[in-house]
Each structure stands twice: as C-alpha cells, then as structure tokens.
C-alpha cells in the first residue's frame, strides 16, 4: 500500500502527460529492458555506463 502522499503527488505529475506520451515512455522502458535482456546492453560490476547512458537518454525524452 502507497502512502497517501505518494498517490497524490504521482497523480500531480501523471496529469502534466498525455496519454500518447505515457505510451512512448512505457515501449521507450520497454525496450530497455529488451536490451538488457539480449545482452544489447551490458551491465557488469565495473561498468555501468552503457545502461547509465541508456536510462539517461530515457529520462531526458521526457523533459523534450
């Protein structure tokens, strides 16, 4: 159970999206996860960067 700010707060944010905004985000998380899964993207203990670059493309597709 989420506490009751943490709904409200999310719901703010989840209006400031169009639904066919919130569709492109899902499949863009989508195929980051297909990636990581084929070993497109590679996550070891000493090397982060490829998934790091990933998520932060992800992140500022949102912004744009």
């Not at 999206?17 to 000493?46: C, H, M, P, V, W």
Request: proline share 2%.
């Amino acid at each position: 159970k989420l506490h009751p700010f943490v709904v409200q707060s999310s719901l703010k944010q989840l209006r400031l999206f169009k639904k066919i905004e919130l569709k492109q985000a899902y499949r863009d998380l989508l195929e980051i996860d297909r990636k990581l899964k084929t070993g497109l993207i590679k996550i070891s203990s000493n090397n982060e960067n490829m998934f790091i670059l990933e998520l932060e493309r992800f992140i500022l597709s949102l912004s744009s």
